[in-house]
């Protein structure tokens, strides 16, 4: 926790560098990456157990509003360790602690406030913390799921061109399913 708060303040101290961001001339971005799904956290109340963590695709469209709000259409995709139906009592109960391989297929629509917007942090800052929240639905075990993502994240400007993008996430299931973590 330290380190993490440690990085924070770091790269808070970074903000004084210019950069152009996605803003009102440049108002659409695309991304691609890798995200990591975590079921045993929520399930567990253990987080960050890297042995159930497994690397889905990524994809997402941003489109710039106001300094302020971004929205984003995210589509993550892949191989996840998921936790493994009761075959006694069906989906969704599962086996403690038992989890398997299952592809999962995600998607989610999210507004982003974002914190460099010219009233907390300059609008041209190399590092931009933002929070987020949507609606969305993912399919796993060949069934189709509500969810509500929340988080944070951060975008990195190190070139006029690109940014990096870190963000954690909490997915709410909205119908008798499973909640998750996205990093």
Request: charged share 20%; hydrophobic share 40%.
């Amino acid at each position: 926790m330290k380190r993490l708060l440690t990085l924070l303040i770091l790269l808070t101290a970074i903000l004084s560098t210019d950069l152009k961001a996605q803003n009102r001339d440049h108002r659409w971005a695309i991304g691609a990456g890798v995200s990591v799904v975590d079921f045993s956290g929520p399930m567990t109340k253990e987080f960050f157990e890297f042995d159930q963590f497994k690397g889905i695709g990524r994809v997402y469209f941003s489109r710039y509003l106001n300094s302020s709000l971004n929205t984003k259409l995210d589509y993550n995709f892949g191989k996840v360790w998921a936790p493994v139906v009761d075959p006694v009592n069906g989906y969704p109960n599962t086996l403690e602690g038992i989890y398997e391989a299952q592809f999962m297929h995600a998607a989610s629509l999210t507004l982003e406030y974002k914190f460099d917007n010219g009233y907390i942090f300059r609008e041209e800052a190399v590092v931009g913390p933002y929070i987020f929240a949507g609606i969305g639905g993912n399919y796993l075990y060949d069934d189709f799921n509500s969810i509500v993502p929340v988080g944070f994240g951060l975008n990195i400007r190190p070139t006029k061109w690109m940014t990096l993008n870190m963000q954690f996430g909490y997915n709410f299931n909205i119908d008798n399913s499973y909640k998750y973590t996205q990093h």
